[in-house]
C-alpha cells in the first residue's frame, strides 16, 4: 500500500483486492483460532500429525506442490528445480552451435550475421539470404491482432510461472512453521521439565530434520523465482 510513495510503484485495482484479501484472511485466523495456549507433548504431536485431517491436510500440499513444480518443468524443460539444484536463470532455450560472427553494413541497416555448424543467421533468428533483405513493411490487421495474442499469452505465461515459484515457495514455507511450532513445543517440554526425555526417540529428530528441510527448499525457490 505505501509502495508508490517509496518506489514510485502504481497502485492498480489488483493489488487492492490482493491487499484486501491478505487482511481480511488474517483477520479470521486471528479471530476464530484457539485463545489458548495449550503445551503439547511428545505423544499429543504424534497423535495430531496421525490424524485423518492432517494426513487429508498433507495430502493437498503434497499434490499441489507436485502440480507447480510439473508447471515450472513444463516452462521451463531444462531448468533445474529447486529440489535437485539451482535454476539457471539464463536458460531461453537450446543454444545454437556458434562458430563465429560479422557485421554486414548495407545501404539501409546494419546487421550481425551469426555463423555456425547450422548456417548463418541473423541476429534477429532468420536465415540469412545475402541476395534478398528484407525491408520493413506495415503490419496488416491479421499481424496486428497475433501480435495483441501473442502478447497476451506472454503476459499469462508470466503470472502463471509468478504463482508457481511463490506457491511452492508457501507450500513448504507453511510446512517448516508448522514443523517448527512442533520443536519450540518439545524444547520447551525439554526445559520447563514438563517431558525431559522427549529427545530420546527418533520422533523429534525427524521434526528438526523436516523443518530444515523445507526452509532450504523454500529460500531456494524464492531465490530462483526472484532470478527470474
Known sequence: MIAPLFNNEKLTRSNLIATAIIVLGTLMTVIFSPHATPT??????????SAPTMMG???CVLLFALKLMRN???MHPHGKLPLIGRFDPTWQGEAPAVASGRIE?????????VEGSRGSRDCDGS???????KEPRGQSPGGVFR????????????????ISWGGLA???????????KSSVELMKNVITGTERGAFSYPAPY??????????FIQINTLNAGLSR
Open 105 to 113: 553494413r548495407g545501404e539501409s541497416q546494419e546487421r550481425l550475421v
Open 206 to 215: 525427524l521434526i528438526l530434520t523436516g523443518m530444515a528441510l523445507c526452509l
Open 170 to 180: 508457501g507450500c513448504f514455507g507453511g510446512c517448516s512453521v508448522l514443523l517448527a
Open 40 to 49: 503439547y507433548t511428545l505423544d499429543d504431536l504424534l497423535a495430531l500429525y
Open 72 to 74: 515450472l518443468r513444463q
Open 57 to 59: 491436510y498433507s495430502v
Open 127 to 133: 536465415p540469412n539470404t545475402p541476395s534478398k533483405h
Open 147 to 162: 501480435e495483441k495474442e501473442k502478447e497476451k499469452q506472454k503476459n499469462e505465461t508470466e503470472m502463471r510461472e509468478i
